[in-house]
């Protein structure tokens, strides 16, 4: 099975990319941040709690996203050839919950690829998102930049844990959409 981690700050292209390598590679697509827009949008407890951080540039506490994809893991298991796990691990508890959960199903992440872009690039796609979706955590700059801010402190450190396991990877995520697809691939394949 593929297993891959797709990570980087916000707007770095993560859900972009993941949804071409699932649709490449028949990959399932769990994204949290998809999974939490989907809580907000069906009005549940759990949406209207997500909705106050997220729309601060805050992230979710562990222990909801953990069950959320502990749930879809177990769902989408038996007819995979692997995940893709788009904006999770996002902190160091995320990503050790994600070993256990993995090692459960007999199963391990094979790659952490990270998207590099510099803020700036962050910020301006981000804005350009924000005027087309209506999303509020992309439409106001000093929220976008906290989630830099966070990123950078909370999130930043799971590279370091996956380094660890040598299974971290840096690919340029500056370029067109099909660029840094192109590079993906390549260390998808290797
Ligand atoms: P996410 O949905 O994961 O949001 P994101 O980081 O903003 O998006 P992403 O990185 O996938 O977007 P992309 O660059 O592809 O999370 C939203 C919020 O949910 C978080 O802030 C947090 O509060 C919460 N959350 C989610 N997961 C969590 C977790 N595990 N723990 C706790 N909280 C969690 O796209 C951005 C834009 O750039 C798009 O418009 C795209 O078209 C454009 N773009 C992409 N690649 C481009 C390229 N190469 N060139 C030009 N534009 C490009």
Known sequence: MLNVVVFGG????KG?????????YRLVHLS???MLREEIARKTALGAAAAVLIDQG??????????MIAEKV???K???SGFIFDGFPRTIPQA???????????????????LDAPEDILVERLLVRGKASGRADDQDEKIIRNRIHVYHQKTEPVIEYYAAQKKFISVQGVGSVEEVFGRLCEVVEK
């Open 10 to 13: 916000p707007g770095s292209g």
């Open 16 to 24: 972009t990319q993941a949804a071409k390598l699932v649709e490449k």
């Open 32 to 34: 949290t941040g998809d």
């Open 58 to 67: 805050q992230l979710v506490p562990d222990e909801i996203v953990a069950a």
């Open 74 to 76: 177990a769902a989408g």
């Open 78 to 80: 038996a007819n995979a």
């Open 96 to 114: 050790e919950m994600l070993d256990g959960l993995l090692s459960e199903h007999d199963l391990s992440v094979g790659k952490m690829i990270s």
